[in-house]
Structures are given as C-alpha cells and as structure tokens.
C-alpha cells in the first residue's frame, strides 16, 4: 500500500526532531526549546488529521513562537485557535531546560500569540471549517526549534552565529525538501521574507518547476505595517499572485 502523505510527514518530522538534538548553540542563545519532542503527540496528531493536501498550497513560517507552537506544538499554535477551531487537545510536557521567563504550561498558557491568532483568524474567517481550509491548504514551520536568548527574547535562526545557523538551516533545508516531495505544492507562501527565501532555495534545489513561491506580510505584532490590519492585507496578496479569488470578485 502506497505511504499516505500525513504518515509521510509523521516520519519527516520525527526525522527532523532528531537531527534538530543533534545541534549545539551557543551565546546570544542561552535556551533551546524543541516542541517535536515536548508537544510531540500534538504534533502528530495535527499531520495525521490535517497533512493530507497534495497539490495545494503550502503557508511556511519561520520557527515556533513562545506562546503558540512551543506551548502547543502546533505550527502558529495560538492555543485558543489550535483548540478551539482545529479540535487539538492534550498533555504537553516539558523540555528538560526551561527559561524562568518562558514557562512551558501547555493549553494552561494564558497568554495568546498574536501572530497566530491573526493567521488562523484569517483561514476561520474566510473557510468554513478546518476540513474545507486542509483540503487544498497545510501550515509547517521551516524550523522546529525556539531559541531564547538570557533576558528571555525569542531569537529567530537568522540571528544565531554563522557557525551554528549552516547546520540548522541543512537540516531545516532537507526537512523542506521533503515537504515539497511528500505534499507536491502548487504553491509555496512564505510567512515573511525569510520564510520566502528558504522556499525559494528548497525549490531551485529540487528543481520544482511546477511549484510557485510568495509571500505575505509577517503578522507579528512587532511590524508595524502587520499592526494597520494584518489580515485584509494578506488576503489582498494572496489574491493578487493568484492564491485565492477575490471573496467579492
């Protein structure tokens, strides 16, 4: 019997868990956080149910933020919209070194991730459920791992030393390509620019001419252009490459 893609992708990510323990960083990086392996029933539980799109498109973001995906190990993992809209539950342990600024307390968190409130808004707002979103849509991140700095701050990969960042991004790359393989996207949308430059490396790598890459506008809260209404915006974009229709068109 032929792989499914969400088994395909259960493999991939248990993959990339491990070569993602397998790296070392050091200064400004004081914490690493890997919610592929706290979060991790989570995790497999969102690419069983909702990893099942070929030929879609493929939304990448960059890596896990404090308060969504490494409290719920779901990608965005805002935890009201992973429990709420995507119907995902659970226990969440806890990685073995926690920062005392950036506990890990799971669906108990009471902060909310602006990012990711705003991103699965968007997709709530515009399909009707889950299931009509993941049929010709899937949202992963391109690493798995939270760095977090002495004082707390996330750091995103771009900002670690030159030495560490290449074996990460190898790893990330690989784990990319894979993606591209398993879910044979029509089209990639990256999550910000660096988001965009990671596709746009792993497709000219694959050689995928048939898949498209783009990107929106980054809903943190810490762009400003993201706070003058992130989501009219991103769907604007999307509608101009030609992702989605024009809702009044």
């Not at 999550?191 to 498209?212: D, H, I, M, N, Q």
Request: hydrophobic share 40%.
């Amino acid at each position: 019997m032929p792989e499914t893609s969400s088994h395909a992708l259960v493999t991939a990510a248990s993959r990339l868990s491990a070569a993602a323990n397998d790296l070392h960083f050091s200064s400004p990086v004081t914490h690493v956080y890997n919610p592929l392996d706290y979060a991790w029933n989570i995790h497999r539980e969102y690419l069983q149910r909702y990893g099942s799109c070929r030929g879609g498109v493929l939304f990448l973001g960059i890596n896990p933020g404090p308060f969504g995906m490494a409290q719920t190990g779901i990608p965005f993992g805002e935890i009201a919209a992973v429990r709420d809209w995507l119907g995902l539950q659970g226990e969440v342990d806890r990685p073995t070194r926690e920062h005392p600024k950036r506990p890990i307390e799971g669906f108990a968190c009471s902060r909310s991730e602006v990012s990711g409130r705003r991103l699965w808004g968007l997709f709530a707002d515009r399909f009707t459920s889950p299931e009509a979103f993941f049929a010709n849509h899937f949202v992963a991140n391109y690493c798995p791992l939270l760095f977090a700095g002495e004082s707390g701050k996330n750091l995103t990969p771009d900002k670690l030393p030159a030495s560490e960042r290449a074996p990460l991004l190898d790893a990330c790359d690989h784990h990319l390509q894979e993606l591209l393989r398993i879910l044979e996207p029509a089209w990639i949308i990256g999550v910000g620019s660096f988001a965009e430059e990671r596709a746009r490396e792993a497709v000219a790598a694959r050689g995928e001419a048939g898949t498209r890459v783009g990107r929106i506008l980054h809903p943190s809260p810490a762009s400003p252009a993201a706070n003058r209404g992130w989501a009219k915006q991103a769907e604007q974009q999307l509608v101009k490459v030609g992702v989605w229709k024009d809702r009044n068109g």
